[in-house]
Every structure is written in C-alpha cells, then in structure tokens.
C-alpha cells in the first residue's frame, strides 16, 4: 500500500496566494462588471528594462545557432553571472566573497523552500511571525514540526512575535534554537535591521552554533543608507548565515525566474555525534542532484541587470515602485489608517481599524473599494489584525486604489 507524506496533511489551508486568488476569481465570477485592482501578492507589473530584454533575445538567438547553442550549464550557473554578483552585489559594499559560494537558481521561494532539506529534522526553528509562509510550510511538509494549536502555531517552531512594540523586528530568543528564518527588509511588514540587530541575530548564532537562513529579496528597495543590505557586512555572519538575493522584484523576474543563494566556505553544521561539516558542499551535491541550473538566455539577460543601463533602468523601477509605497503610506495614514513599512520596503503594513480581523477586513476592502490585499493572518497567528498592501501596482491603479478606500473612511 502506497502511503502518503503525512506531514502535508497538518498544513491548515491552501498557500496563502492562490487562496486569495481564488476567493477574487470567485467574486470576479459573480461580480463580472466591477474592475478590481490588486495589492495583493507582491507581482512586479512594469516589463522588463530595456538592457535585460536586448541580453535575453542576444541569447535566444545564440541558442539558434549550432555555432553558439548552449546544452547543459553549470548547475551552480554561469561564470559570467556569477561574478557580475560578486562585484556588484557584495565587493562594492565591502563584502569578499569566491566564485564557488554562489549559486545561482531559479528563485528565492525554491532556495528557501529547499535549503531545510539538508539540516537534520532533530533542529528547532525560529521564525519572526507575521512571515513569508514557505519557510513553515516547508519545515512542516519535511516533519520538522508537530500539528498546528489553536493559536495557528505549528508545534515546535519558536515563533518571535513582530509588533509595533519591538518595531517588528524582534530580538533573539532567550532559548537555543538551530535554524533561524530572517527577512530583511520584511515581507510582509516592511520592518527593516539596523547593524546593531542584525549583530546580535550573528553573535547568537555563533554562541549557539545555529544558522540564519537571511532573505535579502527586497534588499534594492531600503532608501536608508546606514540599514545593511547583506548579512556579510556584519563581522563574522558568513561562518553562520546563508543568503538569499532574488531578481523578482527588483529586476522585474517574477515571470523570468532567476536569483542566488550565497552558502559561504566558513559555514558548518555538525553531525548528530558533534563533528563539524562544512555546508557548502553539501549545497552543491543537493543542486548538482535536484537541479540542472538557470537557462542561459535567462542568465545572460540577469547579467544585462548589472550593466550601467541595466543598473539606471532597474533603479528606475525600483524608484517607480517605492513612490507607489509613498503613495499608499501617506494616503493610508491621511485616512486614519495606522501604518507601517513602505518607507525601506515595496510593503505597507496595514493596522485594520476597530480589531477586525484582516481576513473580514480584506473581504471588506474586495467588495466595497474592489481592491485586493493580503490579510496579516495568512502571514502567522502575530499577523492576526493587519493587512499588507503591496506597492507593485501600476501607479494609476496605486492611485485609483487609494480613491476608493478613501472613500470608504
Ligand atoms: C509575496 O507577495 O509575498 C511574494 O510575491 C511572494 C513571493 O515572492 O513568492
């Protein structure tokens, strides 16, 4: 008798966005005349800059011809995009890293799915609740947790609460925990880490021989200059930290796929018996299995991302996307709206008014303004009483959005 994984069974819903996905085609469905305008998942909605699309058809074409065809990549990705990362994602802000302790993948939501699979089920993991909802449901779909409580916890995940009190970027736990999930700038809150934070999530994981898993996704979107844009610029994080950058959202790749993982040389985990293992390698074998790489049109065309046009034409969409985040910020907050995020981040966070719940709240804002938005629950038990807007609109549906939620107040 085939039997099946168990674990999958204790997952509570759907994933979070295709849930609301089908609750809008529902009411889509039944309301066919009304135009509704999504915030809601975090889907980038200008095309691609001009330099990635000229890189990706320069490659499609080589791909035609048999002089130029490309087979097989590395599995790990090409030379030439890797060190385009390194130069410009990490020398240019102080941080050394060798060609070999990056891999190049098709998305951070694969690499941090993935990643759990190669540290023993015997860890504990922490995670900042409200959080992006893979880094649980994967630990609980490989049997690292129990079921889920009434509070909406999955039984042996630390969760460490974000709220406004601890500036939703909460300290490290008192207890020793081994795998840590840290996203920063936040999804979904917006909140970002100082040094100093970051610092202190470092020298807890080298006092308790524990790894930060850090996803970087929203990295080009902080405006402050002292906020870290990488882990690497604190002392000592690459013997305890892996990272996670991804082109979605800042290049324009949500449809294109690509982004990197960065699983340092000075990174060890233990064996049961205590014997220290270096991770790297061990990253390597599982992509060299599981994975046969990015495709090269896809690559070169991210490696057209770090060229100067390419470089002006992603800051200008990141620019365009930040002052749709001023947009919903200052309007939400000019209807009486208590909200956070926006400022380092393509995310508000959104206080509901009057303790509504965010899932009664967001059908609320679907039926009455015809907007979508993501309800702070589908996000973790702390999320429970807030709403994210997402900033990737088109600015006249940003705008238009914010006219009819106004006149809601
Ligand atoms: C989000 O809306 O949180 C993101 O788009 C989800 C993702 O990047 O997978």
Redesign the pocket.
Same mark, same amino acid.
Request: no cysteine; glycine share 14%; charged share 20%.
């Given at each position: 008798m085939i039997t099946i994984n168990e674990n999958f069974m204790k997952l509570k819903a759907g994933y979070?966005?295709p849930e609301i996905s089908r609750r809008v085609a529902a009411y889509q469905k039944e309301n066919p005349q009304v135009r509704i305008i999504r915030l809601?998942?975090?889907?980038v909605t200008l095309p691609l800059p001009a330099a990635v699309i000229e890189a990706f058809h320069k490659a499609v074409a080589e791909m035609a011809e048999a002089k130029t065809f490309k087979g097989y990549g590395p599995e790990q990705g090409y030379d030439f995009l890797i060190q385009a990362v390194i130069e410009n994602d990490f020398r240019l802000r102080g941080v050394e890293l060798k060609a070999n302790e990056v891999f190049i993948s098709d998305? *951070?939501?694969c690499d941090t799915g993935n990643i759990q699979e190669i540290f023993g089920l015997e860890n504990t993991i922490a995670v900042t609740d409200p959080v992006?909802p893979?880094y649980v449901d994967t630990n609980v779909m490989a049997g690292r947790t129990g079921p889920q409580n009434s509070q909406g916890c999955y039984e042996g995940i630390v969760y460490l609460p974000c709220t406004p009190a601890n500036q939703f970027t909460p300290e490290p736990p008192r207890e020793p925990v081994d795998l840590i999930y840290l996203c920063y700038p936040n999804?979904?809150t917006g909140a970002v880490a100082t040094k100093e934070a970051l610092g202190r999530w470092v020298e807890y994981a080298r006092a308790n021989k524990a790894i930060i898993l850090f996803d970087a996704?929203y990295e080009a979107f902080i405006t402050d200059a002292a906020i870290p844009h990488s882990i690497y610029e604190i002392p000592g994080a690459k013997e305890v930290a892996i990272e996670f950058r991804?082109y *979605?959202?800042t290049a324009g790749f949500?449809g294109t796929r690509c982004a990197y993982a960065v699983v340092p040389q000075e990174l060890h985990a233990y064996t049961r018996a205590g014997e220290k293992v270096a991770v790297n390698p061990i990253w390597h074998r599982r992509q060299t299995t599981k994975f046969n790489g990015v495709s090269y049109p896809v690559q070169r065309a991210t490696e057209a991302a770090y060229s100067a046009a390419g470089k002006r034409q992603v800051r200008a969409l990141v620019d365009y996307y930040m002052e749709n985040a001023r947009i919903i910020r200052t309007s939400m907050e000019q209807f009486g709206y208590c909200v956070y995020g926006g400022v380092n981040a393509p995310?508000i966070w959104v206080k509901t008014p009057n303790g509504t719940n965010s899932w009664e709240y967001f059908d609320m804002l679907l039926k009455e303004a015809h907007v979508v938005s993501?309800p702070g629950a589908g996000f973790g038990p702390a999320g429970e009483g807030f709403l994210?807007l *997402?900033a990737f609109g088109q600015k006249e549906n940003v705008l238009e959005a914010m006219d009819r939620i106004g006149k809601l107040a």
């Open positions: 979070l966005f809601g998942i975090g889907d998305g *951070s939501k992006y893979v999804n979904p996704a991804s *979605s959202k949500t995310y993501t994210r *997402s």
